[in-house]
């Protein structure tokens, strides 16, 4: 089970940062629409799709990376107060009740979806360049098979925790430099100045629970 839960991780965390660098060309696609707009009258009629898709495609490819990283929302305010075999036993639950038969029905439900937009070569009704998003549909399969991948993952990680009373931590990766003054203790990382930080060199967490937990 360990095994499988480091591929999942390395395997989510791959396809998430891979798929991260969207937001950089998004980011030129959007500058370069601001600045022919407004300076030279000139607006681009592709700008609006280029943002939807590629900001679209990156939430949803993300989605198994956050989920690896245990970055989701939950109902934290009863979540923390429970004991880490708790919180597994609840988890291990929902997860089969919920998770998997939303995943799956992504993915059988974007199978149809995105076979039909290949029929016929779908484009954007959004603008008239008829910019091709076809293939933009297939994310959602993709999206699909790497959450129930990752989800596999995440019950191996609560079966691990019933037994052992201890969640498997995700490797050491990006944090929220709030997240990193809690656990390290030290305002050394402030340094960065950014919203999140690479890990520090040498740095350990205090306790092997998940972020909130007493």
Known sequence: M???IRFADDLSAWFGKVFAW???VMAFGIGYEVVVRYAFNAPTPWAFDLSYMLYGT???IAGAYTLSRDGHVRGDFIYRLWQPRTQAAVELVLYFLFFFPGVLALVFAGWKYSARSWGYLEVSSNSPAGIPIFQFKSVIVAAGILLFLQGIAQVFRCIICL???EWVRAADD???TEKVLMQAKTLDVLKHGGEAVDIPSGYEPTDNKRDGDQ
């Open 2 to 4: 360990h095994g499988y």
């Open 22 to 24: 969207c937001i950089i």
């Open 58 to 60: 990156l939430f949803m």
């Open 163 to 165: 037994r052992t009373g």
């Open 174 to 176: 990006v944090e929220e």
